[in-house]
């Protein structure tokens, strides 16, 4: 055993800082729902910034060193603190601020989004179905991106208004109807946030013809 360490400690010694770069540094993560359509897809691979905000002893929810703040509009990989299931959403309200919904309306602080260039589509729904969908660009805290509403799924498209306790943050997908966020789940403390998601590295369409999406290669998330 001596001379199998001694003679693959650089094997030894590269595995180490991988397994550490990916469970301290970044990480990447594959989305398997649609609750974050249409920024993210099923079959795209994120890379998560673990260090974005915290830098924590691996395997641990342990906080070292705050290193940033959350901001709104981020993109943010976290364990649920209803079941400890790893999610990603959209950051909505940080501490402090007062957040409600009134008929698919988001209101920050009592001042309602704007919501631009509004288009119908059609949302797949697994086996080559489809439902009507509505997109929008929302700008919340002068931040741009789309969300989709689904007029014809039952969803809670009325919360609030509640405040955002100290040390916790409130967080919405952006398929609206379609997601189980902090409406279901409640707001999560900053311990569980994991990291900021702000690149798909690759995509493949999982629920179709299984081809790389090449044009969602290295694509910033907005």
């Not at 700008?139 to 799924?153: C, E, K, M, N, R």
Request: proline fraction near 7%; glycine fraction near 8%.
């Amino acid at each position: 055993m001596k001379n199998w360490l001694k003679n693959n400690r650089g094997f030894i010694l590269f595995v180490f800082c991988f397994g550490f770069f990916r469970l301290a540094i970044a990480d990447w993560n594959p989305i398997p729902s649609g609750s974050m359509r249409p920024t993210l897809l099923e079959g795209d691979v994120v890379l998560v910034n673990r260090v974005a905000y915290d830098f924590k002893l691996p395997l641990t929810h342990q906080v070292l060193a705050e290193l940033g703040s959350p901001e709104r509009g981020d993109v943010v990989t976290f364990k649920s603190p209803k079941d400890g299931v790893q999610l990603i959403k959209r950051l909505i309200a940080v501490p402090g601020d007062v957040v409600e919904l009134r008929d698919e309306v988001l209101y920050l602080n009592g001042v309602a989004s704007q919501y631009q260039s509004p288009v119908q589509v059609k949302e797949p729904v697994g086996g080559g179905l489809t439902m009507p969908a509505i997109q929008a660009q929302e700008i919340l805290s002068g931040h741009a991106h789309t969300v989709q509403v689904l007029p014809q799924v039952n969803a809670m498209r009325n919360f609030g208004p509640v405040q955002v306790p100290e040390g916790q943050y409130f967080f919405l997908g952006d398929n609206r109807d379609n997601s189980a966020d902090s409406r279901y789940i409640g707001m999560v403390p900053r311990h569980l946030l994991i990291g900021r998601a702000h690149r798909v590295l690759v995509s493949a369409d999982i629920k179709g013809n299984w081809l790389p999406r090449w044009d969602r290669l290295v694509q910033a998330i907005q």
